[in-house]
C-alpha cells in the first residue's frame, strides 16, 4: 500500500505520516530526503528526528532509489515513510547545476523526466518488495505565484509530481492545521 500525505509548510503533514506509519508495523525505515546545508535545516532535521521513535532506521537518501534493496533498513522494514518530496526534488534541481534564470524550456523537461523517473523508482521498490510507503510532500499550488523563475519552476515541477504520486497512491491524505483530511 502507498499513502500519500500532503498539505502546506507547517501543517502537520510529517506528524500525521509518521503516525500513519507507525500504525503499519514495528520496524520502521525513515528515508530522509534532507541535507543539512545550513543551521535552519539543521534545526529542522533535529526536530523531525525528535518527534520521531529512536528505534525508527534513518536511511538519508534522495535518488537512485533502486539501491535501497541494498540496504539493510530497507529489507527489514514493515513500512516506510519518505519524508519529503519536495526537498528531494529541491535536492535535484540544485545538483543539476543548471542556471535557472536562462534555461531553456527543454532542459526544463528533462530535468523533471529525471525527477519523475526517481519518483517511479521509489514506488516501484517498494511494490517489488512488497514494502508499504507513505510518502509526504508540500502542496504549493495554493500560495501566491513565485516572483522568480527559479521558484516558478519549481511550482509547476512540485505540482506535477505530486499529481504523479497522487494518481499512483492507493490514498491520499490532505493536512490543514494539523487536520488530515482523506481525499482518496
Not at 530522509?32 to 529542522?44: N, S, V
Not at 526544463?108 to 517498494?126: P, Q, R
Not at 497522487?166 to 481525499?183: N, Q, T
Request: hydrophobic share 40%; net charge negative.
Amino acid at each position: 500500500m502507498i499513502s500519500y500525505v500532503t498539505g502546506g509548510a507547517r501543517s502537520g503533514k510529517s506528524r500525521f505520516a509518521e503516525a500513519k506509519v507507525a500504525a503499519l508495523g514495528s520496524k520502521i525505515a525513515y528515508i530522509a530526503t534532507a541535507i543539512p546545508f545550513d543551521e535552519g535545516m539543521q534545526d529542522r532535521i533535529a526536530k523531525h528526528r525528535r518527534q520521531r521513535p529512536a528505534s525508527w532506521e534513518t536511511i538519508e537518501q534522495y535518488k537512485q532509489f533502486e539501491t535501497l534493496v541494498h540496504q539493510k533498513a530497507f529489507l527489514e522494514a514493515d513500512a516506510l515513510i519518505f519524508d519529503c518530496a519536495t526537498v528531494m526534488i529541491t535536492n535535484m534541481m540544485m545538483d543539476s547545476g543548471l542556471d535557472f534564470d536562462t534555461i531553456d524550456v527543454e532542459s526544463v523537461n528533462s530535468l523533471e523526466s529525471e525527477i519523475a523517473k526517481e519518483v517511479e523508482k521509489l514506488l516501484n521498490v517498494c511494490r517489488e518488495n512488497d514494502k508499504q510507503l507513505v510518502i509526504v510532500s508540500n502542496e504549493v499550488g495554493l500560495g501566491l505565484v513565485p516572483s522568480y523563475r527559479m521558484g516558478n519552476l519549481f511550482r509547476d515541477i512540485q505540482g506535477r509530481i505530486n499529481q504523479l504520486l497522487a494518481r499512483e497512491a492507493d490514498e491520499v491524505h490532505f493536512v490543514v492545521s494539523g487536520i488530515p483530511l482523506k481525499i482518496k
